[in-house]
């Protein structure tokens, strides 16, 4: 068994200037991960050949497998294919499969192919050729002294479809490697201190090749177990033990394990009731709705919503009536009640959510300060109400609204499930 | 005048695993680029001593400074600062100013502090302390040897809070550095290698100071000049003018320039024309809405929008005809159509926009398929359709359903300012 190093390099101007975000490497991590292949480091340089060539010779003495993205394009400004066919000391000529690859590409979409495209289709000469079927720029396999090399574009479906079809099964078929296993505890509704407090007994008591990370997000904070071994079937068995002994000190805090997403767990939980859910969304401006439904599978449970920016809309689309907004205003407990009854009614759902608030940065008064907030749960029983007074930016208070009015409703639902 | 070089160096086993995203350091990146620092490489290491030892040696060895984010939580995997007091040879000790903001940042939230928090106001002996008023963890200023070294914590928030109230301000007084001015061209409707081929005279023509790049995202392509020299007046100039060379080649697929965003130029024709949009959205699922709404000021001229998932809903909310629904379906030319002018028409909009269509993964059928899309426009004088074939994932076909529609509005209303 060996333990397998990799290292990441990402190559561009334009992600140390920070005019892109790089999510490649993050995917690229956890795919890694998951074959027993260790990240230990990534590392970003510019488009310049010296740089490049630096951090290539590092990389090389510090890891077994050195991945490479970026700088393939068909513009002046990408250099890392010349760069590196001056690392291997070698020179580029036409790949016959390359081409044939790039010019049915161009033909499947009607167009010519020109001669800077024809350029793509040039390798290094030594390197083995990995076909990219999503775009114009083949991948690159690279051996020598027991190392691999790998470049693969910067464009992330692109990237992806390399690595899945060809740089994955290559790895796995390359290394034997020990067993890594993660499993992630989600929670919500506690921040990661007070979490830390509570389960320092019970983290102190880990076995040394058990390890727990703490992963906070805006509003949710994920436990990471990660166990190092050589049999997957007894890991899997030590960390859900551990995580038995978890569940009871921090069980209202947990939504859910694994990949669980607050929306897919509530999802579950509709689905199993056989219920639906309708939003009328103020402050969250259709976040809400587009958070429920960019997971396929939503429309089984999801009927829709409005998004009532105007008073107007509010009184046309959900029934609020002109007196509460008169006396109450837009953000209050007595408009976001109508929202959301208006909202499940109209739709005819079992469960209405609302939001009304004042996301910022402009809009606040004295005594409804920006980050006011109020969120609803209409229920086929009742209405719960909530005001909330966060303080972060537009788009995080967008987010912490809809996370709000989104636990109201799991703790509905599992509140329905245990009656 | 220096040239500046800065390295960006981010600490947690989380980064590596790939188990959150890393917006830090593009962040960084622009505020840096801004002030004339030159961002020459990032690293991301894991939560392991020898590692980041070795990684702020080689930083060191290359830059002037180096920015250092997160494993400043409070728990047991973060080490950075203790491993921070290890590289400087020094202790840590309780640092009275950085004790009473974490107690002041614990009493304001009507908590106690505890042993492990009070842990957070410890500082390594000869650092300077730099005040978070976001969080319990402090930012830290390292000199040796004429380089600084900058450590932060990784929460984003925080993290940026502390660079524009401390850090920012600081490198700004310890350095004079060239100048470095970018200007960015935002283009949709075209993709980077016809881009490319477009321009290819101009870009062959531009002088040695002035850079190009092309920064594609889904659906768009940003060019950036970046032009680096002493007179700030100057490189303005000098690249307006070249944007004014640009502007003939390309004038179609130009929506902006700096930091535009589609929906807020979308917002600004709005606005100078006095009249407003409303959205009914099926496939897109409220992203469309977000995507409006996410900008502070859009409720001037966003009255709202349905998220009409279900059948019924196109009908009760949209005015949708059943009759057209049974002959043609959900994902249709009549019944997008019908959709944008029931919007247009019950928000009492100028303009309705509207989406239909199959996201994906699953729902397609053979004559509709996966990646159908049909996307309108109502305006006061008429309405356009257009069916689109998209072949990403489910999030890249709700992206590019909402990208499309905006960018029919965006020539709608550029054919009537012209009208």
């Known amino acids: 068994m060996q333990t397998v190093k990799a290292e990441v390099i990402t190559i561009g101007d334009e992600i140390l200037f920070g005019q892109i975000t790089d999510t490649n490497t993050q995917w690229i991590g956890a795919e890694l991960s998951k074959i027993g292949i260790r990240v230990v480091r990534k590392s970003s340089v510019g488009d310049t050949e010296d740089v490049i060539l630096a951090v290539l010779k590092e990389a090389e003495q510090r890891a077994d497998v050195i991945l490479i993205t970026g700088g393939l394009g068909p513009t002046k ?14 020179t580029l000529e036409i790949n016959e499969e390359a081409l044939m690859q790039v010019t049915q590409y161009f033909t499947r979409r009607g167009r010519i192919l020109s001669g800077i495209n024809r350029q793509q289709a040039a390798l ?23 190392k691999v090399f790998i470049s693969m574009p910067g464009v992330p479906h692109e990237m992806k479809g390399l690595m899945t079809d060809e740089v994955l099964p290559r790895l796995k078929k390359a290394y034997k490697t020990p067993i890594i296993f993660h499993k992630y505890v989600h929670t919500i509704g506690i921040g990661e ?16 090749h058990i390890r727990l990370a703490y992963l906070p997000s805006l509003g ?9 071994g050589n049999d997957l079937a007894t890991l899997e068995t030590e960390v859900d033990t551990q995580i038995e002994g978890l569940k009871p000190l921090i069980q209202p805090f947990i939504f859910g394990y694994e990949n669980a997403e607050l929306v897919t767990v509530i999802g579950k939980l509709l689905n199993a009731a056989q219920q639906t859910v309708s939003v009328a969304e ?26 009532s920016y105007s008073n107007e809309a509010k009184m046309q689309f959900l029934g609020v009536r002109p007196e509460t907004l008169d006396a109450h205003g837009a953000v209050s407990e007595e408009t976001i009640r109508e929202m ?80």
Chains 1, 2 share one sequence.
């Open 77 to 90: 400004d990408d250099i890392t294919k010349t760069t590196l066919t001056n690392y291997f000391d070698t």
């Open 282 to 307: 103020s402050c969250t401006g259709g976040y809400l709705a587009h958070q429920i439904t960019r997971f396929a599978g939503s429309s089984a449970y999801f009927q829709g919503g409005v998004v």
């Open 193 to 208: 201190s007070n979490l830390a407090e509570k389960i320092e007994d019970w983290e102190d008591a880990l076995p040394p």
């Open 340 to 419: 959301a009854e208006g909202v499940r009614q109209r739709f005819g759902t079992a469960y209405g959510l609302a939001t009304s608030g004042i996301a910022g940065p402009d809009g606040g008064t004295e005594t409804k300060p920006v980050g006011t907030v109020w969120v609803a749960v209409a229920t086929p029983e009742s209405t719960m109400t909530r005001r909330l007074q966060l303080g972060g930016t537009r788009e995080q208070n967008i987010h912490l609204s809809a996370l709000n009015v989104l636990n109201m409703l799991r703790k509905a639902l599992l509140h329905e499930e245990n009656n």
């Open 124 to 146: 290094p000469v030594g390197s083995t050729y990995l076909p990219n079927t999503r775009g114009t720029a083949p991948g690159m396999w690279f051996e020598r002294n027991g």
């Open 220 to 228: 949710t904070v994920k436990l990471r177990l990660t166990a190092t």
